[in-house]
């Protein structure tokens, strides 16, 4: 009778056993995914947007005179953390590693005036525009290059996984890669090479520094929007929203103006 009773008491306590360790199953399980948060969005860490932007292409993102990252992409990611009720938190990052980074999950975004491509929209999900910009092709003065046209054999300097790097490739099969376009545009200033294509607004600037380039063509126009992970919808509607909010109270056009000196956020077609 007592080993009856043992048995009986050892197949209870046993049972109870496992009754616990599913329960902290449960618990485990559920702790993994908070990261989602309050508001059901994914998130590298709670209660941050975290976001990369290049440093490296101004005025859209620099390194100021104190180390901290200034600039139009750097001002609109801080723009959507505070629409989000989140805290920015941003990073400077090269932008020919940026897609891969925020396909790994990372980071939750890329606010680094991105065009929308159909390659791009293959890796990552995009935003609504943000601005809208387009390439231009520049040369040094008094070059023989009147179009781009002229640019087969041409040496032409570009920033490395831009889509400026595949217009050149339309035109000349020799192309330099740089980290940054303003490290393209200085080499230009400098003499190595013939010539560069980049965002209007950064080649403007370059010149206000004293770069020893100039404007021959406008190649087009483009739209500029924020990387998301394809698999983050949430974040992706959450952005969406907050950046129409943000053209809706004035807020995208003026930083705009602060930044750029003019409004890029509206969209030329629709004018």
Known sequence: MMKRKWSFLTALMLMFLL?????????????????EGDDGLELTEDGKFSYVVSGEFPPFSTVDANGDLDGFDVAVGKAIAEKLDLEPAVEK???????????SGRY???VASHTI?????EAVNFSEPYYYSGPVLYVQPGSDIQSV???EGKDVAVSKGSTYEKTAQEYTDKISNYDSDQTALRALSEGKHD????????????????FEIEKVEQLGTSEQAVAIKKENSNLLDAVNKALEELK???????L????????ITQNPESE
């Open 117 to 121: 491509t159909d390659e791009r929209k």
């Open 19 to 35: 009754v616990l360790t599913a329960c902290g199953g449960n618990e485990e399980s559920n702790g993994s995914s908070s990261s």
């Open 195 to 210: 010539a560069v294509i980049t965002d209007d607004i950064t080649g403007k600037q370059a010149m206000e520094e004293g």
């Open 93 to 103: 990052f090269k932008f020919s590693g940026m897609v891969s980074a925020i396909q």
């Open 149 to 151: 046209e002229d640019l």
């Open 108 to 110: 939750d975004a890329a």
């Open 256 to 263: 705009s103006e602060e930044y750029i000196g003019v409004d």
């Open 248 to 254: 809706e109270d004035g807020t995208l056009t003026k």
